[in-house]
């Protein structure tokens, strides 16, 4: 049966692309059969996307329409790009799209914006994460204010019924190397921001992406955290 986990963040720009081809890329050299599938994209202009990236990352699995059915160029939210090309974001779409990827041992889906950020006129990232009930994987960068950030987003997620699996902190800051880190680094506030939340949640995985790193720290098995999509397996 197929799994699924669904990637999202505390805001954009985060870094959910960046763990999504991490764990990807982990599975593919694991020989699990993995998928990437983001429902809707906006900010799709010329050159290699972070569809692209996905695609790549789970070694050319499916065809790249498969992994981003609904793209836009204009980087604003999804239904105001679609908008401005005289479109609209196609709710049934949003869900039907993950059906070219159901014979895949596990699927990752990467939502767009925040866990409350909307995909369509209709539909939140939350609302289609809670139609597939699958788990969510929770990413922030991992800059000042990500424990609050990242408390916020689980509390947010578990208050509408999500249950959530991981939280991966994204360095996108290079650090400092060697033994004199200075406290507001973002090596060290990675890695203590990273201890203070997996004490104040020891139910969910807590782990990092270093700056540029493809490794996700400590090692995850992904597979096994991840559900069925029970709402496609009752159709």
Same mark, same amino acid.
């Given at each position: ?28 050299l ?10 809707v ?9 972070d ?28 239904q105001? *790009? %679609?908008?401005?090309? !005289?479109?609209? =974001?196609?709710?049934?779409? +949003?869900? #039907?799209?993950?059906?070219? $990827? ?29 139609d ?23 509390? *947010? %997620?578990?208050?509408? !019924?999500l249950? =959530?699996?991981?939280?991966? +902190?994204? #360095?996108s800051?290079t650090? $400092? ?26 139910h ?12 996700i ?19």
């Amino acid at each position: 049966m197929t799994k699924g986990l669904f990637i999202t963040g505390t805001d954009t720009d985060v870094g959910k692309t960046a763990v999504a081809v991490a764990i990807l890329q982990q599975c593919v050299l694991q020989r699990i059969d993995c998928r990437a599938y983001k429902p809707v994209a906006s900010g799709v202009q010329s050159g290699p996307s972070d569809i692209d990236r996905l695609w790549s990352a789970s070694g050319n699995a499916g065809t790249r329409d498969d992994v981003c059915p609904q793209s836009f160029q204009l980087p604003v939210a999804p239904q105001q *790009a %679609a908008a401005a090309e !005289g479109s609209q =974001v196609d709710d049934a779409l +949003l869900r #039907q799209g993950l059906y070219p $990827h159901m014979r895949a041992d596990l699927v990752l889906i990467e939502g767009a914006g925040g866990l409350f950020s909307p995909l369509s006129h209709h539909t939140l990232n939350a609302d289609l994460a809670r139609d597939f009930q699958i788990p969510v994987v929770i990413v922030d960068s991992s800059r000042l204010g990500s424990i609050g950030r990242t408390l916020t987003a689980v509390t *947010a %997620a578990e208050s509408v !019924g999500l249950t =959530v699996s991981a939280v991966v +902190l994204s #360095q996108s800051e290079t650090g $400092h190397h060697g033994g004199n880190q200075k406290p507001d680094s973002p090596e060290v506030i990675a890695r203590q921001s990273q201890g203070e939340l997996q004490r104040r949640l020891p139910h969910i995985v807590v782990c990092g992406l270093g700056y540029e790193a493809s490794t996700i720290e400590p090692f995850v098995d992904w597979q096994s955290i991840a559900a069925p999509f029970q709402m496609l397996s009752k159709r």
